[in-house]
């Protein structure tokens, strides 16, 4: 458990990487609360490989995570809740299941620089922000998608935003859904 880490950089509770790194970064079973750092209150990796896994961040006040890969960034089973997310996924090929966001603000951001980006079986409850939740963002992927994910009570201008070549939501539920758009 990373318990009020601070860092005037990058990483409030663990910095991996470097531009140039060719490692596989993977953090699991772990908690982050009140953590703060100038990117990647949590943490902050750049890596060939990153699998976020059964992990948990919470009251973080800047911007939640900042993961970046060369090949891929797997996040499964985490949770985060009552943050700013400003969070940044950036890698080759993405794949997002099993997430819980809830009571945060701002956006999720997805860069995918080659393959698709697919989030999958998960929850966004009580979100706010001033533009847009989720972010798909890039010019190379073919596509974007969301697969059996559920929002709940969001409050946005843009559910989601994407500049991909299509966005595909599959079995996706909008519950009380506060937002002026979903795409």
Known sequence: LFNKCVSKKEGGGI????????????????????CKAAAGDAFYSQTKESTISSSCITKCEKNAFFAKSKMIVNIMQVTITSSKLDTIIDSNRIEVSRINLSSNMNQFKVVSNFENAIISNSNFDKNTGSSSFIVFDSSVSRQSSLNGCNFINNKYSYLVSFRTSSLTFDRC??????????S
């Open 173 to 182: 539920a909008f519950i009380d859904d506060k937002s002026n758009r979903y």
């Open 15 to 34: 910095f991996e990487g470097s531009s140039t790194s060719d490692i596989f970064f993977l953090l699991s079973n772990t908690g982050f609360y009140q």
